[in-house]
């Protein structure tokens, strides 16, 4: 790839077909044809609604000071749905207006009703603060919306107990302060009226099971003074939004989800970089680890990053402002600075229009850089997802997304930076060699189509139902009508904490029995976090989950730490904490590990003939037992050194599949390669289990087996790496036929001929990648879908 010189003028950013020709002309300059799939998705227009007849004048007349004519009918809909009293989920796209859809019924209520109270509940405070200041702004009599979190300064916590009719907080604070502090708050929760959650799709896996405990806690106590809130959430787009919802809050929930607002028309292209020649992957001038792409031993595509800063050079070379997002900062780096060269080949100076950008900038060279872009000195930008927090991009012409993001979400929030007002932009994704990378650039109705993945979460977890319920009886005695309000389990996490001294059981009910309150974090995985330290500074680099600490931090792994490399010296598991040196040696090192997994109980499963889907507790125990260290340039193994760590146990929910041993013979499986079928299939499951619920291959385990003791046949199973489930085995067994269908499309889709990290080779493998059968996991999973009821 060479810029052509004579483009590097700014070019206009006019016409609509602008998009199209430029991305004829980027998939023009390779050998093959690397574009998958375009999708246009054209322009709409907003349909507004008039202002329901509900809605105040002083209120219409406050929303039009800030510029808003009318609603769009989303927002009138979902406003109508909770003012007459309905819980209601608005699950919309990025900047669709969601918060006019809570602010209309929640504000008119507190103008109609003097003593009513609003809960707002935001995942971070500064989206909490960003809804004050939106509140704060419509000038409203009597409302007082104040912030109430851990900055909040104690002598300004009792007024806003006492006064604010709109507090906006968080989960946590709602956990560890509200709640407990309940008779303080009495006044205030029992004229409560709406509780609004935003963003909701972001209480997700084992953390958003604590959060719908401690909305039952706030029923509770809401209930207890007399008060039954609506509650109104919104969220992003995803599949079944009410059943999540109605998870979360363990109430009946509508789901408002046609889009009706205004958006600018995108181009968007699915983009597959090349397979190259088997021997040229190591010539790679980036090496895998150091970006935090995979770091599998033979790269056989074409890599995500160099293809996104060829990308990039050709679009700025255009003078088309572009953006290109990269999951890793130094992975944004290596983009940016490959861009750079390729320009100044061609044209000398002009890739100092092209730079990175990290998270962690000032506010005032935020500014500069929105500046630089703005007037078109800057024309390309590589970014981490940082970028979404801080700066306030405007005029972009086309957005490149390096690699899947994880969800459709931030899929769409970052396509959606591309396109100034009403202009067409364009947006190309980028497929890492990852499985679920290539299956969307197969699939496209799996983006553009209606969303299959879902955010799931699973209450009924009893790692996070007990110590929910400790909490409960803490603020207030639990009574038997109580234990149907907190589901499933509830009376066995009860008995369980009886018989631990936690609880007294009288005839009213169970009482807390310790004079501390049960100290519970929300955001806690079963094991206590282990911290990062960097021995020489003492600076608290991270934390990493209980459970990965031994794979990531054993003594002598390299550490990535966003892009920086570091060498462990010591972990101290007594302590919690791993102590580490910077350092950027030219190896990487790889854990291995043996794991033993028992099946406890068996909840659902299917009979399908030969084949057999369960899902089920299981109990996993795994010892990281050594490493490897391998050349970075080359994957060459340099040696395994032998780890001394004790195991580890886990109790956790499973999806798993048997087949007969004759039903894998009748498909033309020879026994010898069984187990490099499985192996090969449950990988490619793992990997593709985030196209249906929204989680990170990283949540999952798994284990194939040609003979498992329990199930006394060959067996994959996949289960939730987080103790007591967090609802992804239980999405995926819901869900198995499509999940499986997409394994089988997206290993059988791939180019390669015996297994590539885009298919059936997994970055986390315990026994490096072996055996791996390519061709027999797609027998496997046919054999199991030939029999599967869909
Ligand atoms: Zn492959
Ligand atoms: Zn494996």
């Keep these: 790839m060479k810029p052509s010189p004579a483009a590097s003028a700014p070019a206009g950013h006019g016409p609509a077909s602008a998009p199209v020709d430029l991305l004829r002309r980027l998939r023009a300059r390779g050998a093959g044809d690397p574009v998958t799939h375009v999708e246009r998705v054209p322009a709409r227009a907003g349909v507004p609604a008039p202002w329901p007849p509900w809605a105040p004048t002083e209120l219409r007349a406050a929303f039009a000071r800030r510029g808003v004519v009318a609603p769009w009918r989303h927002q009138a809909e979902a406003a109508t749905l909770a003012y007459e009293g309905g819980h209601v989920v608005v699950a ?13 019924p929640a504000l008119a209520t507190l103008l109609a009703d003097p003593r009513a109270t609003v809960l707002y509940l935001a995942p971070t405070k500064a989206l909490a603060a960003d809804q004050l200041r939106a509140v704060a702004e419509l000038e409203l009599d009597g ?25 906006l907080t968080n989960p946590d604070m709602l956990h560890h302060g509200i709640l407990p502090g309940h008779a303080q708050w009495s006044g205030f929760l029992r004229r409560l009226a709406y509780v609004v959650i935003d963003e909701c799709h972001t209480y997700r896996g084992v953390f958003g099971s604590h959060v719908a405990h401690v909305l039952r806690r706030l029923r509770r106590q809401c209930a207890r003074f007399g008060a039954t809130p609506v509650f109104v959430l919104a969220s992003a787009t995803s599949g079944d939004p009410a059943t999540a919802a109605g998870r979360l809050t363990g109430l009946p929930v509508t789901a408002v989800t046609e ?85 100044d080949d061609a044209v000398p100076g002009l890739g100092d229009r092209v730079a990175a950008y990290r998270g962690g900038y000032l506010r005032e060279e935020r500014r500069e850089l929105e500046r630089a872009l703005l007037h078109g000195d800057l024309l390309g930008l590589a970014s981490t997802n940082a970028l979404e927090l801080g700066v306030d991009l405007v005029g972009l012409d086309a957005v490149l997304i390096c690699g899947y993001p994880g969800t459709r979400a931030s899929l769409w929030q970052q396509a959606g930076r591309a396109g100034r007002s009403g202009q067409e932009a364009l947006a190309v994704l980028v497929a890492r060699d990852d499985p679920l990378d290539t299956y969307l650039v197969h699939h496209p109705e799996a983006i553009f189509g209606a969303p299959v993945e879902a955010t799931v979460l699973d209450p009924a977890n009893p790692y996070v139902l007990t110590p929910q319920l400790a909490c409960a009886a803490a603020e207030a005695p639990l009574t038997p009508a109580d234990l149907a309000l907190f589901g499933d389990g509830a009376k066995e996490a009860v008995d369980e904490l009886v018989a631990a001294g936690a609880l007294r059981q009288r ?106 889907m369960f899902l089920g507790e299981v109990d996993v125990t795994s010892q990281v037992v050594s490493y490897q260290r391998r050349r970075i340039a ?11 760590l004790p195991t580890r146990e886990l109790r956790t929910v499973a999806v798993w599949f048997t087949l007969s041993p004759q039903s894998l013979t009748a498909a033309g499986v020879q026994t010898s390669d069984v187990p490099g079928a499985l192996h090969a299939a449950e990988h490619a499951a793992i990997g593709l289990l985030p196209l249906m619920a929204t989680c990170d291959r990283w949540d ?33 067994y819901g869900t198995a036929s499509a999940w499986l269908r997409a394994t089988r499309d997206a290993i059988a889709e791939c180019g390669c001929e015996t297994g590539c ?22 027998r496997v999973l046919d054999v199991v879908l030939a029999n599967l009821p869909t």
């Design 92 to 104: 919309t796209g990025t900047a669709s207006g969601k918060s006019l859809a809570y602010q209309l």
């Design 143 to 167: 409302v007082r919306p104040a912030c109430y979190d851990g900055d909040t300064p104690r002598a300004e916590r009792e007024w806003i107990r006492r006064h604010s009719r709109f507090v």
């Design 259 to 343: 889009d009706a607002s205004p958006r600018g028309g995108v181009t968007f292209a699915l983009w597959e970089p090349p397979l190259l020649p088997p021997d040229s992957g190591s010539s790679s001038p980036v090496p895998p680890q150091a970006t935090g792409d995979h770091d599998d031993l033979h790269q056989v595509r074409r890599s995500a990053l160099r293809e996104t800063a060829d990308l990039l050079a050709d679009t700025v070379s255009e003078g088309v402002r572009t953006l290109a997002f990269v999951r890793s900062r130094k992975g944004a780096e290596v983009v940016a600075a490959n861009a750079r060269r390729a320009l």
């Design 507 to 612: 005839p009213t009910g169970w009482y807390w029995r310790h004079r501390e309150r049960p100290d519970v974090d929300l955001r806690g995985e079963g094991g206590a976090p282990v911290c990062v330290v960097e021995s020489s500074t003492g600076r608290l680099l991270g934390t990493v989950d209980g459970g990965s600490s031994h794979f990531l931090l054993h003594p002598g792994a390299v550490y990535l730490h966003q892009g920086v490399s570091y060498v462990v010296d010591e972990l101290d598991l007594a302590d919690g904490c791993a102590l580490v040196h910077a350092e950027e040696p030219d190896w990487s090192t790889h854990a291995r590990d043996v794991t033993d997994l028992s099946v406890v109980s068996v909840r659902s499963y299917v009979d399908a003939g030969p084949v057999g």
């Design 634 to 644: 080359t994957g060459e193994v340099i040696d395994t050194r032998p780890l001394d």
């Design 700 to 732: 999952i385990g798994g284990l194939s087996t040609a003979l498992h003791p329990d199930t006394e046949a060959p067996t994959v199973f996949v289960y939730d790496g987080h103790p007591g489930g967090a609802g992804f085995a239980e999405r995926a």
């Design 757 to 778: 990290p885009s298919c059936v080779q997994s970055p986390k493998c315990g026994n490096g990648n072996n055996p791996l059968s390519k061709p027999d996991a797609i």
